[in-house]
């Protein structure tokens, strides 16, 4: 994260660049403001993003068992992700 940030700025700050180097491993950094007010900057510019395969859920999903509607051949979506499917003829 702290080389991403220098990258983005370095053009703006470019005596920033020498720091590259240094942020392999880990870094800490001071600053003039609380870490509450940190903490309130970074809560207030979070931002939604798309699940990744192999990623937890922060809470429980519960997804009841019902007919999705999909045709038959529209299974491998399901098996993708690891969900069991069974083909029911409806009619």
């Known amino acids: 994260m702290v080389r991403r940030l220098l990258r983005g700025i370095v053009n703006e700050f470019p005596t ?24 309130d900057i970074i809560v207030a510019n979070k931002v939604a993003a798309p699940a990744r395969a192999g990623a937890f859920a922060p809470k429980d999903v ?25 083909i029911a003829l409806v009619h």
């Open 16 to 39: 920033l660049e020498r720091l590259l180097p240094m942020s392999g491993a880990n870094i800490g950094l001071s600053s003039q403001y609380e870490l509450a007010e940190i903490r």
């Open 62 to 86: 519960s997804i009841p068992a019902g007919n999705t509607g999909m045709e038959p051949g529209k299974t491998s979506f399901f098996q993708a992700l690891g969900i069991p499917t069974k």
